[in-house]
């Protein structure tokens, strides 16, 4: 077995942090067999690197080696990329397209971003890892392939499985090893190599002098947060071997090139609301809207009651001064600016309701008294269903924006795919 030098050498890797040495381990023990293989960590961190040790070190170097961006291939077309389709399957499918299941047999497929791929393409996946068995679109003949599957997401799979956009069968299929990439915040050490390593491989690309850092400027380099990663390191060496002339480069300098800077060394405050498209903000917020409308209606209907009952607004008012307070608010929370009429008086002019016929008001409270509380009315009431204003809402989008799924998800706030489940969900 090759050493964890040579690995580095072989696949350009710098670094000496001990998580990634350990991840390079991993690697380097689960090739030589067909275990699946999840490798997790954020994005721009390095994973596409692993896949490649994992099969160039495997009985499989010698067949194919795919990469699949699963993220970056529509929803609709997906399945026929991994799995292949018929003539005639859907329109376009002009003739019989192999899927990258069936071109790869014998070899490695790297699925990289393998949490974003559809519920329906999981349950095709989930049967490959089983038993290496797919059907083409279109097809009803069941087709075997012998792959390595190694995935990799960055996507927190925990999360994914909880909220359903993620099978937890596949999760514990794909993950039989996992391997975690550290974040290069937490690769203090290896942040200058790196830096020095793009530095010098740019200056042969663009055959320049390398550019090189003061002690400020490595400071500065190392204690940034590095939300980009690699990949963002990467893009500022080669901003600032292309634009600067003075190849020296100091902290002044390179705090130009890094977004909102800042010396601190302090942990980043990260919130934990999650954005959801699911319409679970705006039932709460109409849940709340409907609640307080239902509690100032009561009030309301109380207050008149009593009004009914007592024919004495100046009684009523002394009697129910907080529910008064509680409906029309404090005097001080409004300016009334015409006339300078009071808020006070506001109220009293609400109150002066036209006095009721003898007869109809006896009527009124004889029914009262009879009846429940109308708090306890209000409750028998037909309740809103928020799932058929949600319905109702896509149907109108959808009619809107005939044949433009793209439009509709964009009038209602949601992603396509989203769109696409709920449509599923509430059979449209």
């Known amino acids: 077995m090759e050493s964890i030098q040579s690995i580095k050498q072989r696949f350009e890797i710098i670094g000496q942090d001990p998580k990634l040495n350990r991840a390079l381990e ?27 040790i994992i099969h160039a070190l495997s009985h499989r170097k010698h067949a194919k080696y795919i990469a699949v961006n699963c993220g970056a291939i529509p929803e609709g077309t997906i399945d026929s990329e991994l799995f292949g389709h018929e003539k005639g399957a859907f329109t376009g499918a002009t003739q019989t397209r192999n899927g990258y299941f069936e071109v790869a047999d014998g070899g490695t497929i790297f699925l990289d971003e393998v949490g974003e791929l559809p519920l329906t393409t999981q349950v095709r996946l989930l049967r ?77 690309k663009y055959k320049m002098p390398t550019i090189r850092l003061d002690d400020n400027a490595v400071s500065i380099l190392i204690k940034y947060r590095w939300p980009g990663n690699i990949r963002q390191l990467r893009n500022i060496a080669e901003q600032i071997s292309v634009l600067e002339e003075n190849r020296a480069i100091t902290a002044a300098t390179l705090n130009g090139y890094i977004p909102n800077n800042t010396t601190s060394n302090l942990p980043a405050v990260v919130s934990n609301s999650k954005s959801e498209s699911d319409f679970s903000n705006e039932r709460e917020i109409l849940y ?104 109702e809402l896509i149907k109108k989008s959808l009619e809107r924006n005939r044949g433009k799924r793209k439009a509709a998800a964009s009038e209602l706030g949601i992603s396509e795919r989203t769109l696409y489940r709920k449509i599923k969900q509430y059979d449209l």
């Open 128 to 204: 490959v890892l089983e038993n290496g068995e797919f059907l083409k679109v279109g097809s009803s003949q069941v087709q075997k392939t012998d792959v390595r599957i190694v995935a990799a997401t960055n996507v927190n799979m925990f999360e994914a499985i909880k909220k359903e956009r993620f099978r937890e069968d596949l999760y514990y299929r794909l993950s039989t090893v996992e391997i975690n990439i550290p974040p290069l915040r937490e690769r203090s050490e290896d942040i200058h190599l790196l830096f020095r390593k793009f530095a010098s491989d740019f200056s042969q």
């Open 26 to 52: 991993k690697a380097m023990q689960v090739a030589p067999t067909d275990i699946s293989v999840l490798v997790t960590g954020e994005s721009g961190v390095g994973k596409e690197a692993i896949p490649k």
């Open 288 to 391: 709340k809207v409907l609640f307080d409308m239902k509690g100032d209606l009561n009030d309301l209907k109380k207050l008149t009651m009593e009004l009914l009952k007592n024919n004495d607004s100046q009684k009523v008012q002394k009697d129910n001064e907080n529910l008064i307070r509680k409906i029309y608010g404090n005097e001080d929370e409004e300016d009334i600016d015409m006339e300078q009429e009071t808020q006070e008086e506001s109220k009293m002019k609400l109150l002066h309701l036209p006095e009721p016929k003898q007869e109809e008001a006896s009527s009124i409270q004889d029914s009262y008294e009879d009846k429940y509380h109308f708090a306890e009315e209000i409750q028998e009431e037909e309740t809103l269903s928020l799932q058929e204003k949600e319905v």
